[in-house]
C-alpha cells in the first residue's frame, strides 16, 4: 500500500476511483554517447510504477545546471554515471544533472522517513537530476524544511555553498578573526565563501577581475560581507603586498581559494602567510597551478585539491552534516542566495521540443541555471 497526493493527479496521472496511484509518465534529458550538451542531449519518455515497500515517487521541483554537469556529459569529469538502459532507452544511457530539489508525491507503505510534500535532495553523486520524476528508496535522499528555504536556495545547496563551507572549516583551523584570501571572488563560491566566512568571524580578500563597473561589483561583494576586494591589476602589484599587511595588521594570512589559476594565483600565493594552506578547487584561467618554490621552503605552504564529489563518496554522512551547516546559516538569515537564472517549465503541458528547447536556452544563459519545474 502507498499514498498519494491528490493536488499532483493530472492527466499524466493513471488513478482508481479510490485514488490509488498506478504510474506516472516522466521524462529525463539523457545521452547515450559523450559530446557536447546540444548535440548529445535527447528527451526519454518512461514510466515511474507504484511504490513498494521503502520506494517514495519523486517529483523534481528544480534542478541546476553545472560546470561539472556538462564536463560529464562531455565526457571528461572524472565521476560519471554509469551508461544503462534502466529507464528502458534503445541505447545505455544516462540522466544528466547532478544536483536538484525534489518533493515526494508518493510513498511506500513501509517508508517512515517522509511524507508527501516533504522536500529532499539527493544523497548521494551522479543521481541524474535533469528529469521530471523518478522512483527511489527513502535511504538515498536527505529531508530539507520547505519552511525555511526557498526553491532556488535548496536546489543549489549541495555544490556550490557546501563547498565554500568545507574549504573554510576542514582544512585550516580557522579562528574568529583569521583572514582568508581567494580569487574569483564575485563566482557562486566565492560569493558563498565570503558570507560563510563573515558567520564565521572570518575577515577575507576577494581578487575580482578588472572590469568597467569594478565600484559597483565591489560594492556588492562588500554587501554581502566582503572584508577587502581587490582587483588583478592590484594583485599583480609587487608594492600592494604591504598594504594587504596594514588591513592584515600584520596578521598572516592562513588559507588560499583558488578557482583561477596562472598568473592569478600565483600573486595571490605570495600573500600567504607561514604554514598557510592553499585549495585549488577549479581552473577557470585553463592555465596551470604555478607556485614559487620559496613558499614552500620559507613558508612552509601546503597545497591541496579540493573537490567536494570525492569528498561526499567518501564520506556520505560529511555531505548530510555540511547541508545542515548551511541551512542553519540560512534559517538564521546569515546566508542569502547568489542569483541564478532562471527558466520555468509547466510539466501540466510539457511536451519534448518545450523540454529540450528550454534546456538549450539554459545552457545559452551566462551565469548559473536553473530549471524550475511548476
Known amino acids: 500500500m502507498f499514498k498519494l497526493n491528490s493536488n499532483i493527479i493530472s492527466k499524466q496521472l493513471l488513478v482508481s476511483s479510490s485514488r490509488m496511484y498506478s504510474s506516472i509518465t516522466a521524462r529525463a534529458l539523457v545521452y547515450d554517447t559523450y559530446g557536447e550538451p546540444k548535440d548529445v542531449i535527447n528527451v526519454h519518455k518512461y514510466e515511474v510504477h507504484a511504490p513498494q515497500g521503502n520506494e517514495i515517487v519523486l517529483q523534481t521541483l528544480a534542478a541546476p545546471i553545472n560546470p561539472s554537469d556538462i564536463n560529464q556529459v562531455q565526457g571528461v569529469y572524472p565521476s ?15 540522466v544528466g544533472g547532478n544536483e536538484g530539489l525534489f518533493k515526494i508525491v508518493a510513498v511506500g507503505d513501509q517508508v517512515s522517513n517522509f511524507q508527501i510534500g516533504d522536500w529532499c535532495i539527493p544523497k548521494g553523486v551522479n543521481y ?12 538515498k535522499f536527505q529531508k530539507l524544511d520547505n519552511s525555511a528555504l526557498t526553491k532556488t536556495q535548496a536546489a543549489t545547496i549541495a555544490v556550490n555553498p557546501c563547498t565554500a563551507y568545507q574549504m573554510l572549516t576542514m582544512y585550516a583551523d580557522l579562528k574568529k578573526g583569521d583572514w582568508f584570501i581567494q580569487n574569483g571572488g564575485n563566482s557562486q563560491v566565492g560569493q558563498y565563501a565570503i558570507q560563510i566566512g563573515k558567520a564565521l568571524g572570518l575577515q577575507s580578500i576577494s581578487i575580482v577581475r578588472d572590469r568597467p563597473d569594478i565600484d559597483e561589483l565591489k560594492q556588492q561583494l562588500y554587501d554581502l560581507g566582503a572584508t577587502k576586494v581587490i582587483t588583478e591589476k592590484e594583485n599583480a602589484a609587487r608594492e600592494f603586498g604591504k598594504t594587504v599587511k596594514e588591513w592584515t595588521g600584520g596578521k598572516p594570512i592562513r588559507l588560499g ?25 577549479g581552473g577557470m584561467s585553463m592555465k596551470p597551478v604555478t607556485l614559487p618554490t620559496t613558499l614552500f621552503i620559507f613558508k612552509n605552504l601546503t597545497a591541496k585539491g579540493f573537490w567536494i564529489t570525492e569528498n561526499g563518496k ?8 555540511t547541508v545542515e551547516a548551511v541551512l542553519d546559516l540560512y534559517s538564521k538569515g546569515l546566508l542569502k ?3 541564478v537564472n532562471q527558466f520555468k517549465l509547466d510539466l501540466e503541458s510539457l511536451t519534448d521540443e518545450k523540454y529540450l528547447e528550454t534546456f538549450h536556452s539554459a545552457l545559452q544563459s551566462h551565469g548559473k541555471s536553473l530549471i524550475v519545474y511548476e
Open 80 to 94: 560519471r554515471p554509469e551508461l544503462t538502459t534502466e529507464l528502458g532507452t534503445e541505447k545505455p544511457s544516462a
Open 128 to 139: 541524474g537530476t535533469w528529469r521530471t520524476h523518478l522512483l527511489s528508496t527513502q535511504d
Open 257 to 281: 581559494l583558488n578557482c583561477v589559476g596562472g598568473e592569478n594565483l600565483t600573486n595571490m600565493a605570495r600573500k600567504l602567510g607561514q604554514d598557510a594552506v592553499l585549495l585549488t578547487y
Open 314 to 321: 567518501g564520506d556520505p554522512i560529511l555531505k548530510e552534516k
Open 337 to 339: 542566495e547568489v542569483p
